[in-house]
Every structure is written in C-alpha cells, then in structure tokens.
DNA sequence: CTCACCCCTGTGAACGCGCTGAGGACGCCG
DNA sequence: CGGCGTCCTCAGCGCGTTCACAGGGGTGAG
C-alpha cells in the first residue's frame, strides 16, 4: 500500500512517515500544494493524508482539482480548525474523510484503513497492473511499454479483470458483465477468452481459482 | 436516499428524523438491536446510523453480524464514548465512519454526505483469527504470513469457522451451510475435512469437541 | 478391564471442472 | 462473390477434487 502525505509541518510530516512505514506502508511526503497536487496525479498512491493549511495551494482547492481531473484517491484530511462549518467543506469539497488537529494516532490509523479498504470510489482513467496497462479511451493495451492487439471481447474481459486486481471474479459475474446475455451463454466462452488473453499477455497473468473463478495477479 | 437510524434515546431518534427528514431523505427509526439488525438486513437502505448502546445488541456486534452475512450497508456510528480506542474498535469491526457525541448535526450531515457519496464498500472485511488471515475477496488464506492454497471446499469450511472463531460448531450446522446437500452425506466428510485443513494450518487449530463438533482456536 | 462409541486417516475410485483444438456462423471488406 | 477476422459452440481429455469406506486409535462409562 502506497501512503502520499501532504503537510508543510516538518516534524508532523516526519512523524507520520515513520508510524505509517512501521505499520508497512510505503509513505512519501510533499510539502507544498503544488507538490502534493503533481505527486497525486501521477504518483500511483492507495490514499492520500493532506494537511489543510498548505503553503501554495489549500488542501480543499487541492482535492477539488484532483476531483475535477477525476482522480478518485481516497483522502484524509487533516486541519487544526475545529470549526464545525471547516470540517463540513472538507467533506463536501471531495475528501472522503476528516480528522481535526491534534488527533490521535490510533484514531488516524483506524481511519485510514478504512478508507483503504473501501477503495477509491470510481473509475481510474488509465488502468495499470504489474507492467499492464490499459487506457480505456484509447482502446489501447501495453504489457511492459509493448503494444498487444486485442479483439473487443478480449478487451473488454481484460478491462473488467484490471478493475478488480488480485480479486476472484467468477465466472457467472463475468459472463453478467463482459458478455451481455448471462443465461443461455455457457460458461465455457469465458474459459475460451482466458484462454486467448493469456495466450497473448503471458500464461501465469491470470490465475484459476477452481470452482471459484479467475483472479489478475497483481 | 432511504436511511435507517439505530437508536434507543427517544429524543435523539425523533430529532435525528426529523431533522434528516427536512433534508429530503426517507428515514425510519429502530429503537432495539435486534430490531435494527433485522431493519437492516431487509430494508434495503442506502445507509445506516447507529448508536453503539442498544439495548439487546451492541452496535459493534450488530455491524459484525451485518458484516459476517455480507451485507456492505454504510454504517455511521454514534457513541458517548470517546475513548481513541473505542473509536478504532468501531471503524475495525466493519462501520465505516465514526462520531462521538455529543456532535454536530451538521458534521453528521457532511459525514452521512460523504458516506453516501462513496457507497457500499465493495471489499469484505478480511478475517482474522490469531494468525491466520482468510481474504473472502482475494480468495487467499495466509499463516503467519505464509501463502496457504486450499481448495474450494476447504476454503468454504475455514470461511465459515473463522466467522465463528471461538465457538463450537456442530457437524451438523457445517453439512447445511458448508456443503449443500445435508441429508444422504455421511457427517465423516466434516471428519475428513477438517483432516485436510489442520493438515495445512497446523494440528491443534482445530479443536475436536467430542460429541459437540469442532472449535476454531482463537 | 472391557466394551461401545466417536473420531482419525490412508486408499482409491468417480466425478466434474477447466483447457484446448477444430470448426461453423456471421459480418465486413475488397 | 470470396477472403478474412471475430465470436462462439462443441467434444474430448487430463487431472485435481471430492467423497465413500474400512481399519485403527482414543476416550469415557460401567
């Protein structure tokens, strides 16, 4: 799990960063606005800490921008108000949970977690797995930076896969998804694509679950 | 938006509806644990409020139970309390947003806000019963870290003993909700089972109940 | 101590899941 | 009209999984 924390505070941001890597997060820290918007957009992170009050950008307008570029990361934010009305604005400006200052660190990491395990709340633009990546605009599939064509069917059973990485999908919710009429299709065509995308990504990208489904590995 | 509020103070309840109520959502009130546990799992509601102090079931062990049957309602707990632990105990055992009293109602709103804006979580909780990590999602099951690979049966009968770690679970009650046809399958497969897995966890995981059935050692 | 009962486990067989190659139906293009 | 690519069905096969069975061991009652 990957951990952006965004805070001008030196001795805070140093402090979070050793608790959370002890936990076995992977943490970076910006320290400005600026910083911290750029490290979002293009960081890969799981979820982001961002203190309120930064030098060059607010973490309200920050979370906004992120919000309107559709970036969905999970974000907690911190703030030393405690005026109910500032706690009310983060929310509804986009982040997805808040903590006032000083808060305890038990409290932070509970939290946390729980964002972590909801996940981000929609769609990513461009997906990426591994060294796969899928742009859903483009219609376009790499594996480690080379070009791999696709049918549509096979694209859109990789899509719905790289949406739930590391998760068993079956069979039954694949057919409901990728193949538009669940009954009167045999399961056995969604054997058949895995059959072909893993022809075409490399044999051991997609694990079979017997009697439960398939699963991307992450 | 339809909301179930979970809470026993009369007062509290009629305030929090009619309040909720003036902001367009479609609210009903349950005053018990039971009750609302039972609400909950019917109801088809977009989200929950609830107390911690109910009388018959406490909130923690409400959510659990919601939780154990898979059931991803967002759950915004209500406590007097404000120890930093309570709060972590509340977020852990499956709510997904906290609040002590006494609070805001405009906090509650922002939070109910962002509760609902983000949805049910689409991640199960993973259980964890000493060392052992079972990921109903990821369909992994790890000890002390170690990767253990089960099969589908073995998987479900360990799933259905991590949701009971602790208690005695007769053969019986595994036939019915483990393996489907209960009657004409002689009580030895459970034997045989329960072989297999203490096999690949380790010998004294499982209690033999003489007479009883089997106990998952917590 | 003996007996009955419950539980454990090794063996082996049947089953059925999932993989694959072959090939037909359909639509698109030249 | 013929060639081509995609989509899907089907049948066969391999092998892991599941389960029945029987013999042995442990436990508690009398």
Redo the contacts with the bound molecule.
């Keep these: 799990m990957r951990l952006l924390v965004v805070e001008d505070e030196a001795r805070l941001a140093a402090a979070l960063q050793r608790g959370l890597q002890a936990e076995g997060f992977a943490v970076d820290v910006a320290a400005t606005g600026p910083a911290g918007l750029d490290a979002a957009r293009h960081g890969g992170y799981d979820a982001m800490i961002l203190d309120v009050m930064l030098p060059g950008l607010s973490g309200y307008e920050l979370v906004r921008r992120l919000r309107a570029e559709q970036h969905w990361l999970p974000v907690l934010m911190l703030s030393a108000k405690d005026g109910e009305y500032d706690q009310a604005d983060g929310l509804d400006c986009g982040a997805d949970d808040y903590l006032t200052k000083p808060f305890s660190y038990v409290v932070l990491l509970a939290r946390l977690r729980a964002l972590l395990r909801r996940g981000a709340p929609e769609r990513p633009v461009v997906l990426t797995v591994g060294d796969l990546r899928l742009d859903p605009a483009q219609r376009r599939v790499t594996r480690a930076d080379d070009e791999v064509?696709?049918?549509?069917?096979?694209?859109?059973l990789l899509d719905y896969l790289m949406r739930r990485p590391g998760q068993v999908v079956s069979?039954i919710e694949l057919l409901d998804h990728v193949?538009?009429?669940s009954l009167?299709?045999?399961?056995?065509?969604?054997?058949?694509?895995?059959?072909?995308l893993?022809?075409k990504l490399g044999?051991d990208r997609?694990e079979?679950?017997?009697?439960?489904?398939?699963r991307l590995a992450t």
């Design positions: 064509t696709l049918t549509a069917r096979e694209f859109a069979k193949w538009d009429a009167e299709t045999a399961p056995n065509v969604v054997e058949v694509y895995v059959g072909y893993r022809r044999r997609l079979t679950i017997r009697g439960a489904g398939y």
